[in-house]
Each structure stands twice: as C-alpha cells, then as structure tokens.
Nanobody, 126 residues
Framework: QEQLVESEGGSVQAGGSLTLSCAAS????????MGWFRQPPGKEREFVAG????????SYADSVKGRFTISRDNAQNTVYLQMNSLKPEDTAVYYC???????????????????WGQGTQVTVAS
C-alpha cells in the first residue's frame, strides 16, 4: 500500500540548517506531484512547498521562499526539503504528502493531497 515515511527532524539554533527527506513506496512515485506541509503548535496545517513530477515546477509559501528548497530523486523515490536560515517560527511538525492525480499545477490546499507521512518535529531555538 501507499506509504510515505519522513526522516527524523531535529532541534537547531536559529540561523541553522536542516534537510528532511521523505521516502515513498507502494505507488509510482515519479507519476505524482509531491508537497511538504507543516503544522506549528496550536495552528492549522499549512503548505510549505510543492514539486512537479519532473521537478520542472516548484512552488513555495511566501514565508519560506529563498530559504527552503524542495527537490526529488525519482530513482530513489524520495522527496527532500532543505531548510536554511531557520527561524523560531519554522518550528512545526513537518509532513510530506502526495498530490492527487489530475492537477496541472501544484496545489496548496491540504484536502487535495491524498497520502501523508507520519510527520516529523522540527524545533528552532532562538
């Protein structure tokens, strides 16, 4: 069955960097757009970044533009989120997700994603 497994997150100081990975199995990874979301404490889950099947399209939330980079390796069935210049407000549980098939563009609404990882905690200390 379809499965997404995020790597372990971690705790970093503000200004630091961290890279998350998400390993996919049980489906043809290269046929789907993928996304990263996060849920800060006490807040709703929000879109962070998305990537198209061939990496030709990438989309970022304004709050992370210029600091985060999404990438994927279809041979390894893995999507990555490189996070630089981390801020305390980046503290959240991070999730990778698969976008339902049929969308031409990357979507930012969580309801349009059909499979989710278990989430991984990222904590940024000030």
């Amino acid at each position: 069955q379809e499965q997404l497994v995020e790597s372990e997150g971690g705790s970093v100081q503000a200004g630091g960097s961290l890279t998350l990975s998400c390993a996919a199995s049980g489906f043809t990874f290269g046929a789907y757009k993928m996304g990263w979301f996060r849920q800060p404490p006490g807040k709703e889950r929000e879109f962070v970044a998305g990537i198209s099947q061939s990496s030709g399209q990438k989309s970022y939330a304004d709050s992370v533009k210029g600091r985060f980079t999404i990438s994927r390796d279809n041979a390894q069935n893995t999507v990555y989120l490189q996070m630089n210049s981390l801020k305390p407000e980046d503290t959240a549980v991070y999730y990778c997700a698969r976008l339902r098939s049929g969308f031409v563009a990357i979507r930012v609404t969580r309801e349009e994603y059909d499979y989710w990882g278990q989430g991984t905690q990222v904590t940024v200390a000030s």
